[in-house]
């Protein structure tokens, strides 16, 4: 009796050691028909796709996120990973980084600049990956000088594999909560979010085109359901869309679009705004990343297909 009990015992212990031990935090493996991954490195994830010929993972997108720190995509690519289409603190606007969010006049300080309030990365809420896109939210507090925290924001981000050789899709909320205290937003030329292209100073090459035919210039503070930024790199032009959707407060929004290849649907164009203690609003987007430059009806019939379905261009 006493060895049929000391084999048993024996024999458990080797099952116990033959099988893996398992931790919360392990990745499972990553599905043989995803198209998309993403990879959490120390202070950033790493977004990669599969190549066209299906044989190689790609980079396509980054998204730094050091604690105590702004957080920011970058960098972003075109959808064969071979560009970089987003500059990080450019000199010309060091407080400047890819795709971005910022505000001023929060309750009267700065947190555009970097000067004054401080946006602070406080943690992923959640990661989730399918076979066609990643997504996940991330919680950051907006700190007063004294060091107070008056808002919170929550960016949830989802990027999807691209569609062909030439597109792919970002869509970003940005979810502002006050907290114990109204807050309130100087009326301002900039504010919100914003995607910086490089720029070479000396031949300066980008352009723009919003949903009101506008280009260039022309596009600065006024109000457009969408704007794109496009310049040449190299032999090839490549570009991002920027789509306001129309459940966003003031749609259609003034627009930021400057010299250096920023644009930015201002959600403080068109006067001062508040949201009450204990409240929130949201706002949400749509990026297209593209290879070639786009026409007003391609971008139109993608800003439709945003809206949702019943809308059309001219309501």
Known sequence: MR??????????????????HRHDDER???????????????GRLDIRVRSPDQGQWIDLAGFVMK??????????????????LTEDKPADHPWQHGIFTGFHRVNGFNYWKE????????????LKETPDRVSWRALVELAAPNGDVVL???????????????????????????????????????????????????N?????????????????????????????FGRETFGIAVFDHPDN???PCGWRADEQGLINPNVSFAADWSIAAGKQQLFKYRLVVYRGSATHEQLSARFEAFAGAGFKTGQ
């Not at 300066?204 to 704007?227: D, I, V």
Request: with cysteine.
């Open 115 to 126: 000067d004054q309030g401080k946006q602070r990365f406080v943690r992923l809420l959640d």
């Open 204 to 232: 300066p090459r980008h352009t723009h085109l919003n949903s009101e035919g506008k280009r260039n210039r022309e596009c600065e503070q006024q109000r457009a359901r969408w704007c794109n930024v496009e310049r040449p």
């Open 249 to 251: 407060p003031n749609h």
């Open 152 to 202: 919170e924001e929550q960016d949830a981000v989802t990027i999807y594999a691209p569609e062909d050789a030439g597109t792919y899709v970002i869509d970003f909320d940005l979810l502002l909560r006050a907290r114990d205290q109204d807050v309130n937003f100087g009326k301002y030329f900039v504010g919100g979010l914003a995607v910086r292209m490089p720029w070479d100073g000396e």
């Open 28 to 42: 499972r493996p990553v599905d043989n028909n995803a198209r998309i991954k993403v990879e959490r490195a120390d």
């Open 3 to 20: 060895v049929a009990s000391f084999l048993i015992a024996v024999l458990l212990l080797l099952t116990a050691r033959a099988l893996p």
């Open 67 to 84: 604690e105590n720190a702004r957080r920011y995509l970058h960098p972003v690519r075109d959808s064969l990973g071979t560009v970089v």
